[in-house]
Every structure is written in C-alpha cells, then in structure tokens.
C-alpha cells in the first residue's frame, strides 16, 4: 500500500468521529495516545475523559451539569479531538522536540476543562453558565485547579494546565505567560489553536451561532452592557454577517502570528497538504455567507 493511500485513509478514517459521543472522541485520543506512546498506560486518558465527565453532567459536588447552549461538552469533545489530531500531526512530521507523553496528558486536561468556567455552582439558579462569558477563562482556571488538586495532581502540572488554559482568552497576551518550559508553551499554543479551528470546523457551525448569540446577549444582559470582546451584536444575523470577519482579521492572524502557525499540522502531509479542518471552515463561511445574504437565520 503506498504512503499517499495511507495518508487518504488515515484522512478518511480521522473524519468519522462522532463528537456528539464522548466515548467515540475518547477512543479516538486513545488509538492517537497510543500512536504516539507506545509505552505509556493509556488509562491516564480515559481517567481524564471521566473526570471531564463528571463534572459536565453534573456529579461532582458543588455544581451543576452544564447548560450553556454553545459552549457545552460537544464543544469541548470538538476542541479535544482537534488538540489531539494536531499533535499527532506534529509527532508525525518528525519536528524536534517531540511531545513527551506527560505533557500530552496535561494538554488533554486543559482542554478538556478549559470551558468548565461556564458550570454554575449548586443553588445559582439565575439565567445559564452563559453569563459568565467575559469571566470564563478565569473561572476555568481556579475550577481546574480546585478539581485537579482533589485528585492529586502535583501543584506544578496544575500550574502547566492553568496555563494552557490562559491560551484560550480571546485577547489574552501570550507573551506574558510565564510557561515552566518550550513543551508546555507548545502545548498552551495547541490548545488555543485547536479551541478556534475545532469548532469553526464543525458541521453544524453555522446553524449553531445563534445559540452562540444568545449566549452573548445572556452575558451582556447580565453584566449590564455589551463587552468589546463578545459584542455588541443586534441579533443572531447580526453575529453572523461578521464570522467571515471574524476569521479573517482574528482567528487567521492568530494562527498565523501568534500561535506559531501549529494549524499547519492538521495538514495531511505536513504542511502544504490537505487540511481537513481549514476546508471546513471555509465551507462554513461559504454557508453563513448565503445565510446572510437570504436575510434570515430561520428557526435555527
């Protein structure tokens, strides 16, 4: 079999995951963990995607399942999966330094808990985990920390975690994480890449951002007024008409200048090959572009 047959196959294969099922993403990032680390007890995996389970439905003490309506645990699962394709990519290409498998696994944590800023505590019974839009990254942050801590986790890859979460901000300045070395730096930028991309990528992007306009509306009539990160937007359409702005003047001088370009191995082959993900974004842009322009979201 030839090495461009593999490389279709292995393509194929990589755009059946089902990110509605955790255990489909999660087998997934175990074959991709397994790949990559032959020696290693994929069990850590596993035991990562139960804890994010946990506490997404609800069950660890103190909060509530998560019912924010577009950054619920699909949403996470999208981020997750990409982070693991693109770092299997990587490992792939051959670029020095390889990923060591403890900071595959940090990685995985932090995506997997970089949105559970959204999860309302136990007797917070006002409006959805969508009001806390503008605070999210932070209270994912310290809820990491108080779960990661409960199961042990050593105070310095808690501290690795926190920052890679901090990746995600939508104007965060990267330069100003203190990163404990280049690995975990490469890992924060990964997740920050594979936040945007896993999710701009997704099949149902466009029908689903007027559920992500109704989070920022939630979060503005909380907060007492539009922030200048998540808004100000007159309606759902609204949103819309600027997500093709949105990508070209944010998300791709983003990948391009401050996240190292790490998109590039999603590519198959690496970097100039067919990139699954940035051809999907493009067909979404391509759909919310028609949307726009009937004029009408719809019942969506």
């Not at 577009?70 to 670029?95: I, K, N, P």
């Not at 060591?100 to 505590?121: C, M, P, Q, R, W």
């Not at 920022?216 to 990160?229: P, R």
Request: charged share 25%; aromatic share 10%.
């Amino acid at each position: 079999m030839t090495d461009q047959v593999l490389l279709r196959l292995r393509e194929v294969n990589r755009s059946v995951v089902d990110t509605t099922d955790p255990m489909a993403v999660q087998a997934e990032v175990v074959r991709i963990y397994r790949t990559m680390f032959r020696d290693s007890d994929a069990l850590v995996v596993k035991r990562a995607f139960g804890w994010a389970l946990l506490c997404f439905s609800g069950k660890y003490h103190g909060y509530q399942a998560v019912d924010a309506g577009y950054h619920d645990l699909e949403h996470t699962l999208q981020g997750t999966l990409c982070l693991a394709r693109l770092l299997e990519g990587r490992d792939q290409s051959g670029v020095l330094p390889r990923i060591k498998a403890n900071v595959f696994e940090l990685s995985l944590l932090a995506i997997l808990f970089h949105d559970t800023g959204y999860l309302k505590e136990v007797g917070d019974d006002e409006g959805t985990g969508a009001k806390y839009t503008m605070i999210h990254v932070d209270r994912s942050v310290g809820f990491a920390g108080e779960f990661l801590r409960e199961q042990g986790l050593a105070a310095g890859d808690i501290t690795s975690i926190q920052q890679m979460i901090r990746c995600t901000g939508v104007n965060v300045d990267l330069k100003a994480i203190p990163f404990q070395d280049d690995l975990i730096r490469l890992a924060g930028f990964a997740l920050g890449t594979a936040d945007l991309v896993g999710q701009m990528a997704a099949a149902d992007y466009p029908e689903k951002l007027p559920i992500l306009y109704e989070e920022f509306a939630e979060s503005a009539a909380f907060n007492g007024g539009w922030s200048a990160n998540f808004g100000p937007f007159d309606s759902a359409l609204h949103l819309m008409s600027q997500t093709n702005d949105f990508f070209r003047y944010y998300v791709r001088p983003k990948l391009e200048d401050d996240l190292d370009r790490l998109h590039l191995f999603l590519a198959t082959p690496y970097p100039d090959g067919e990139n699954a993900y940035l051809d999907a974004i493009q067909r979404n842009l391509a759909r919310i572009t028609e949307i726009v322009a009937a004029g009408s979201v719809g019942e969506q």
